[in-house]
């Protein structure tokens, strides 16, 4: 017996939608400890080129001296279950946008929860 079309759509539906759901870029966890001196707005995670990817904008709040950094140079790291997955250190001279790319898509899929920590830069 035939499948009534609502049914049928509802299924194909599905079926298209559940490869992007189990591609999905995990939830960050932001980590911060420059959040009184440095205020970062995110774009949701994305996956390109076997790569999660993030966009990020950072603005200045007071100078990272407030928040005991020895210089402008700050760091980050994203980590997945204690193991670091990509990291990286840069100048923060005034606002600033930066690309993250947080590890690659193999490592990540499938993941609920990303942790993605800032602070200051060791010298």
Do not use: Y
Not at 52 to 59: G, N
Not at 67 to 94: D, I, K, N, P
């Amino acid at each position: 017996m035939p499948m009534p079309a609502r049914s049928l759509i509802k299924t194909v539906t599905l079926a298209l939608l559940l490869p992007g759901m189990a591609m999905a870029a995990p939830q960050l966890r932001l980590h911060n400890a420059l959040a009184k001196c440095v205020s970062i707005e995110m774009t949701p995670p994305q996956s390109r080129h076997q790569q999660l990817i993030l966009e990020a904008d950072f603005r200045i709040k007071q100078a990272t001296a407030a928040c005991g950094c020895t210089s402008m140079r700050v760091a980050w790291h994203s980590e997945l279950a204690g193991e670091t997955l990509s990291q990286e250190r840069f100048s923060l001279s005034g606002n600033t946008h930066k690309r993250l790319v947080l590890g690659a898509t193999d490592r990540t899929q499938g993941l609920r929860e990303l942790n993605l920590h800032f602070s200051c830069a060791a010298e």
